[in-house]
């Protein structure tokens, strides 16, 4: 009988050895791709670090600023773990990479005193991007329309620069759904109007103030909370966007600033009857005609305004009782006459109503106090067609007011006969 072969053995020793050499290596390729997939995964995508350094090449320190001293693009750590103003979040693409969601540069952050520069297009292609301030800085040049393509924006805060031209309408359009907060205020040089398509758009504040914006106010989106138009050069009437269907459909519309333009015509009093409307300022424009303000319901008090302010225009016609309940009321600097309504005494002397300014109007009679003005109440009532009831009705006065505490009599009666004075 002959003998088992020896090499048996041996074979099935290598057939192991080859079989463990062989799981090692799956585990170490899966190692390294599951390496590779945390690499991708904690590393900016390309399209974004190329954007950030456009923006780094676009934008530059001011004298004295350090701003940009953390944007080093040779660093391991990569511009979301030590870029200042950066934030990232991981997208859901495959393999996965981190998008630059938040974007706020400049004034504020590092004790810098602001950038300079012009804002690059590539700032558009920062597809993640959800919040981008660059507020309170000295860049100037246009507004990059590419921003309007921004598909996740919710916030955009250019406030305070030198940007100018006219606004990117897409900006001020629906083909923005997601973009909510838009600021643009105190540039001074950004122009143009607004379009009628802006009754479609999504935004929920909308700050232009300050800049050299012309034409009329369209419909508002009824999404709207805040919308600042002041200082700039818009007119027209307010009819088109406050007629009488206009409260319905602005529902949350709260804080709202006309303010410095050149707006004409009568106040729409559907701009009282909005129900949310906290503060309003239509002050120095060309508003005319008498005011009228819808009363409150039977036994309701006047809506509980923060602040109306309507001075410096040229309203005629007696102050509406039913603004008894703003908290400052401004209608000094306008062509009012009458007697002060009783509500609205009764609110001052009650230290409701703290700001009552009626200063430079034709008012003829002011209800005697029955208890002392409170002395957290600022009232005025210099410069009008009666004498003053007592020293404390002109002593919140400010400078402007002057020093005189009743208008000559001759004013009065050309007034009273239908005349100017």
Known sequence: MMAPSSSAPLLFLLLR?????????????????????????SSLHPVDAAAL???????????????????????????????AGVVCSPDDDSPPFLRVVVLTLGSGLADSPGLTGALPPSLGDLAGLRLLSLSGNLISGPVPPSLAGLPDLHTLDLGDNRLGGPIPAPL????????????????????????????????????LSRNRLSGGIPQLPSTLRYLSLSANSMSGPLDAAFSGAAAPLLPDLSYLDLS???????????????????SLFLQRNNLSGQLDVPPPPQGAPPPPWAVVDLSHNALSGEVPGALAGAGSLYVNNNRLSGAVPEDVARSVFAGRMTTFYAQHNFLT??????????????????YNCMPLPTPATAAGCPASAGPLPSRPPYQCRTTAAGGDA
């Open 17 to 41: 050895i080859l079989l463990i050499l062989h799981l090692c290596l799956l585990s170490q390729q899966q190692q390294q791709q599951q390496q590779q997939q945390a690499d991708e995964a």
């Open 53 to 83: 350094l456009d923006i780094r090449r676009s934008l530059r320190d001011l004298a004295g600023s350090d701003f940009f001293s953390t944007w080093d693009f040779s660093a391991s750590s990569g511009p979301c773990a030590s870029f």
């Open 172 to 207: 001020l359009l629906p083909s923005s759904p997601s973009l909510k907060v838009l600021i643009l205020a105190g540039n001074g040089d950004l122009s143009g109007e607004i379009p009628p398509e802006f009754s479609a758009s999504q935004l929920l504040h909308l700050d």
């Open 260 to 278: 410095s333009n050149a707006f004409a015509g009568p106040v729409p009093p559907a701009l009282f009857a909005l129900p949310s409307l906290s």
């Open 365 to 382: 009679a002011f209800p005697a106090p029955p208890l002392p003005v409170p002395d957290s109440v600022a009232l005025c009532l210099s």
